[in-house]
């Protein structure tokens, strides 16, 4: 807990508020109620450990910041998160209020891990966003969210045995999760795979007939699998060129099944949609 002037608003609170949430506090020396807010709100900023600041402003002493805020009475707390005021109460309220406040405003820290385990994937370390993840995790088991991306990280490995694990731990609520049917097909197609020939051999074969549709199924099974989506992609859009009725559609079956899978990819999604319409019709 801080004071901040007018001449150190822009620093203690502006550009403070990029980091974490900072709570402004308006009171003067003289009022009753400010007295009792400031230890409530300064015991619960080192209970959150920094995901929140107090920064207190002395209206007596700041009769501009005062203005600028219009306010009528204090104590009045104003909240900033990224530079922007974005809540604000009045009065001494009491403590249920008040961490409710800070609630609606602080991240949760298996959040903050899985912010940073999206970024460690768009930079293409799987190793960091893996152990960013499993602190999501350890912090909210519930986090349904970190266990798919987590999922899909350890089938990206091969690891179907943790694969499982962690999918059959997700919660009830996990089914409505943008990733959940994705990676729950992805599962399948492991699991599949796991009982199918290698790669080599489904490529030897396909090479001695390029008619042998089983294989071709086979191996795109293989490569959905391990996430290699276009290559997967390839092959049954083969298969349909081929024989649309074999396995009863299995392979516009199967593509429509991979573009939920690799949703993501919203490009290559794009691009194997039209090539499969143009086959069609």
């Known amino acids: 807990?801080?004071?901040?002037?007018?001449?150190?608003?822009?620093?203690?609170?502006?550009?403070?508020?990029?980091?974490?949430?900072?709570?402004?506090?308006?009171?003067?020396?003289?009022?009753?109620?400010?007295?009792?807010?400031?230890?409530?709100?300064?015991?619960?900023?080192?209970?959150?450990?920094?995901?929140?600041?107090?920064?207190?402003?002395?209206?007596?002493?700041?009769?501009?910041?005062?203005?600028?805020?219009?306010?009528?009475?204090?104590?009045?707390?104003?909240?900033?998160?990224?530079?922007?005021?974005?809540?604000?109460?009045?009065?001494?309220?009491?403590?249920?209020?008040?961490?409710?406040?800070?609630?609606?405003?602080?991240?949760?820290?298996?959040?903050?891990?899985?912010?940073?385990?999206?970024?460690?994937?768009?930079?293409?370390?799987?190793?960091?966003?893996?152990?960013?993840?499993?602190?999501?995790?350890a912090l909210d088991p519930s986090h349904d969210g970190a266990r798919l991306d987590l999922t899909s990280i350890l089938l990206d490995r091969g690891d179907l045995e943790a694969s499982r694990m962690h999918f059959m731990l997700l919660s009830p609520r996990a089914t409505s999760h943008a990733a959940y049917n994705g990676v729950r097909s992805r599962i399948e197609a492991a699991e599949i795979a796991a009982t199918l020939p290698p790669e080599k051999h489904l490529e030897a074969r396909i090479a001695r007939d390029e008619g042998d549709l089983q294989s071709r199924l086979d191996l795109a099974d293989l490569y959905v699998a391990r996430g290699a989506f276009a290559p997967a992609l390839d092959q049954l859009l083969e298969i349909v060129k081929r024989d649309r009725a074999f396995g009863d559609d299995v392979g516009r079956l199967r593509m429509l099944e991979v573009f939920e899978i690799a949703a993501s990819e919203a490009d290559l999604v794009a691009d194997y949609r039209e090539r499969l319409s143009q086959l069609l019709f």
């Open 1 to 137: 807990m801080i004071d901040a002037t007018l001449s150190t608003f822009e620093r203690d609170v502006i550009e403070a508020s990029g980091e974490a949430p900072v709570l402004v506090t308006f009171w003067a020396p003289w009022c009753e109620p400010c007295k009792a807010l400031h230890p409530m709100l300064e015991r619960l900023e080192l209970e959150y450990g920094g995901r929140f600041r107090v920064v207190n402003v002395n209206t007596d002493a700041n009769p501009e910041l005062v203005a600028s805020f219009n306010l009528k009475s204090i104590p009045h707390v104003v909240a900033f998160v990224d530079a922007c005021a974005v809540s604000q109460f009045a009065g001494a309220q009491g403590e249920p209020f008040v961490r409710a406040f800070v609630e609606r405003l602080t991240p949760n820290p298996a959040d903050i891990e899985h912010r940073a385990a999206r970024d460690a994937l768009v930079r293409a370390q799987a190793g960091v966003a893996e152990e960013s993840l499993q602190h999501a995790i």
